[in-house]
């Protein structure tokens, strides 16, 4: 009899993120010369101070289980952390530690959402979101973003979008793709939202939130909404801030009772987050935080010197990133434009292959992160990369010619 694959699987696609990069690697491999401005990862090697406390554990032998929500050390740290930087107060039965912040997402729909619930996205949203919630049963129910607001939901849109069937409204900032973030009114307007309908929880991905470039400090939403901690899931995770995408270590603070059922979901999965990497992700919440200021700076810089070459790019519009690592790029002017061997710019996807087959450049279409038509770059190579990409970018775009 042939293989039958479950129906939950046909439901979704591999990640946008690791189709981009296969192509990339198997173009490398042909011999050809690609830019990839693909892969959302620091490009800085993980500082000395957490790699030697990992080396530390497993000399000391602490390499065997956890209790499956953490380490109690690395969970109290947890907590110190939501206090001092964000001012939320936690006890130890309200935070997981989970095997990345992926896992921390999927674990809470999972535990949430029976068959046909519905999980509001924002667009643009991180590829994930909408097949995340596809595998736990639930329904994505994406809600176009405003260009003209920097690309955050309003609250008007929000409230059009809520059913009775809604049960999470999955908020990302500072924003992957788009880097935007939302000011303490603009959350104090969502939250008078999510107030007025309570079967909503609110599911803050907040991996993003040092690399941010206005120099304030970001106001948390239940700093602006207290009223709404007992249906808020905060997630974050070492992964981005502090250079440690490898050694998969996500957390989350939130309702006793989601969290146990996120951690008796996890004692059936994957059980504790790996040993070593909880040793490392506590010198990292623990220990020395000043090289974060550094490599934002570098981020920065970048970011202003990619603004400033594509600025003078005609048919490209970036939108200014107030944090993340990425641009969104604006292409819409290029729809209707022809390469110069015939081939059409109908969507996104169109000028993306156009950069990959012409430039030499890889990024993203926006169609991946449910906005179009755009593409997203990733900032956190070195400078004469982006230099290069940008380049070879505004050669390939003015090439293309009106029909």
């Given at each position: 009899m042939p293989l039958r694959l479950a129906s939950r699987i046909r439901s979704i696609q591999s990640s946008p993120s690791s189709a981009a990069v296969d192509r990339m690697l198997q173009a490398r491999r042909a011999g050809r010369?690609?830019?990839?401005?693909?892969v959302g990862e620091p490009d800085f090697d993980t500082p000395t101070h957490i790699r030697e406390a990992a080396c530390a554990a497993i000399r000391a032998g602490k390499t065997r289980y956890t209790q499956t929500a953490g380490t109690e050390e690395l969970r109290r740290a947890?907590?110190?952390?939501?206090?001092?930087?964000?001012?939320?107060?936690?006890?130890?039965?309200?935070?997981?530690?989970?095997?990345?912040?992926?896992?921390?997402?999927?674990?809470?729909?999972?535990?949430?959402?029976?068959?046909?619930?519905?999980?509001?996205?924002?667009?643009?949203?991180?590829?994930?979101?909408?097949?995340m919630v596809r595998v736990a049963g639930g329904v994505p129910v994406v809600i176009p973003a405003d260009p003209a607001n920097g690309l955050k939901v309003s609250a008007h849109a929000l409230e059009a979008a809520i059913t009775p069937r809604s049960r999470w409204l999955v908020l990302?900032?500072?924003?992957?793709?788009?880097?935007t973030c939302y000011c303490a009114a603009e959350m104090a307007q969502i939250a008078a939202v999510l107030e007025r309908h309570p079967q909503v929880m609110l599911l803050t991905d907040e991996v993003y939130e040092h690399i941010r470039y206005d120099n304030t400090p970001m106001i948390h939403p239940l700093v602006v909404a207290p009223h709404l901690s007992d249906r808020t899931l905060v997630v974050n995770g070492v992964s981005k801030t502090y250079a440690m995408t490898g050694w998969r270590i996500g957390y989350a603070a939130g309702p006793v009772e989601l969290v146990q059922a996120m951690t008796t979901l996890q004692s059936q999965?994957?059980?504790?987050?790996?040993?070593?990497?909880?040793?490392?992700?506590?010198a990292a919440l623990t220990g020395p935080?000043?090289?974060?200021?550094?490599?934002?700076?570098?981020?920065?810089?970048?970011?202003?010197?990619?603004?400033?070459?594509?600025?003078?790019?005609?048919?490209l519009r970036c939108i200014e990133p107030q944090g993340a690592f990425y641009i969104y790029v604006d292409c819409a002017k290029l729809i209707g434009r022809v390469s110069a061997d015939g081939q059409?710019?109908?969507?996104?996807?169109?000028?993306?292959?156009?950069?990959?087959?012409?430039?030499?450049?890889?990024?993203?279409?926006?169609s991946a992160f449910g906005a179009s038509p755009y593409f997203?770059?990733?900032?956190?190579?070195?400078?004469?990369?982006?230099?290069?990409?940008?380049?070879?970018?505004?050669?390939?775009?003015?090439?293309?010619?009106?029909?």
């Open positions: 010369d690609i830019v990839s401005l693909i947890v907590i110190d952390k939501f206090k001092r930087e964000n001012g939320l107060s936690y006890g130890l039965d309200n935070v997981i530690v989970s095997s990345g912040a992926k896992q921390v997402l999927f674990n809470a729909l999972l535990a949430t959402l029976d068959d046909g619930d519905e999980v509001l996205v924002p667009a643009p949203y991180w590829v994930s979101y909408p097949d990302n900032f500072p924003s992957n793709p788009s880097g999965s994957t059980s504790n987050a790996t040993t070593v990497a909880q040793a490392a992700a506590l935080q000043d090289f974060i200021a550094h490599w934002v700076c570098i981020y920065r810089q970048r970011r202003d010197r990619v603004l400033q070459l594509l600025e003078g790019v005609e048919g059409a710019m109908r969507t996104d996807n169109d000028v993306v292959s156009h950069l990959f087959d012409n430039a030499g450049v890889a990024v993203m279409a926006g997203r770059l990733s900032i956190a190579v070195a400078m004469e990369t982006l230099e290069e990409a940008c380049a070879r970018m505004a050669r390939a775009v003015r090439s293309l010619h009106v029909a």
